[in-house]
Nanobody, 117 residues
């Protein structure tokens, strides 16, 4: 079991930036994938971005070019730098962790991001 604690959410105006952080602790293991999902009100949870231990990244098409995912392996921390934020980016953002052979993801408690004037 891995524990994930997110921080950095808040209220930002359209076009603004925010940086989310997530610290992982517990049975981290070796190679793993840290990532971010989000869930907007009335919508299903969706994938945002992920990064592996060796730095391979994936992004949802909706955030490519605006969001950057990165990690600090020494601190078991993953970041999500969000720029050019839009109202449709408003959601609860969840940090995730996955080992290669795991069936399910481990989830954080979520952090609210609100993009509004």
């Amino acid at each position: 079991q891995v524990q994930l604690v997110e921080s950095g959410g808040g209220l930002v105006q359209p076009g603004g930036s925010l940086r989310l952080s997530c610290v992982a602790s517990g049975n981290i293991g070796g190679f793993n994938t840290l990532g971010w999902y989000r869930q907007a009100p009335g919508k299903q949870r969706e994938f945002v971005a992920s990064v592996t231990t060796i730095g391979s990244t994936k992004y949802a098409d909706t955030v490519k070019g605006r969001f950057t995912v990165s990690r600090d392996n020494a601190k078991n921390t993953v970041f999500l730098q969000m720029t050019g934020l839009k109202p449709e980016d408003t959601a609860v953002y969840y940090c995730t962790f996955k080992l290669p052979m795991a069936v399910q993801l481990d989830w954080g408690q979520g952090t609210q991001v609100t993009v509004s004037v």
